[in-house]
């Protein structure tokens, strides 16, 4: 019986295989951006901001913050990978279809602290 297929499973075959850059090649090195999208309640270390059922109370950052980014990014020619916590890919999707819309690869990370994945 096959396993059916649930979203955010990992399918090889569906991943590129990897581009291995040697270290010491001539010419200029890869350079590689990753950017994490997360409000500041996300990451302030602070049990009391670390429950998920008293992010929706918190004053959003994430905005103004985020799409400030996005327009450095586009000034300077730059393209990241930017990694979007769950909630907020959720919560915001628009920040997301933005950031694709500027050229950069989104990609989703887990919902920390047991928050609903719905």
């Given at each position: 019986m096959a396993k059916t297929q649930l979203r955010g499973d990992y399918n090889p075959n569906l991943v590129p295989p990897p581009?291995?850059?040697?270290?010491r090649t001539p010419?200029?090195?890869p350079r590689v951006l990753t950017i994490d999208a997360e409000d500041w309640f996300h990451v302030?270390?602070?049990?009391?901001?670390?429950d998920w059922r008293r992010w929706e109370g918190f004053p959003s950052r994430i905005e103004k913050t985020f799409l400030h980014l996005l327009?450095?990014?586009?000034?300077?020619?730059?393209?990241a990978t930017i990694f979007f916590l769950g909630w907020v890919a959720r919560k915001r999707p628009?920040?997301?279809?933005?950031?694709?819309?500027?050229?950069?690869?989104?990609?989703?990370?887990?919902?920390?602290?047991?928050?609903?994945?719905t």
């Open positions: 581009r291995i850059t040697l270290l010419g200029r090195a302030c270390g602070e049990d009391y901001y670390s327009d450095l990014l586009e000034e300077g020619g730059h393209r628009h920040l997301v279809g933005e950031a694709v819309r500027r050229g950069t690869r989104p990609r989703y990370t887990a919902t920390s602290t047991g928050a609903p994945t």
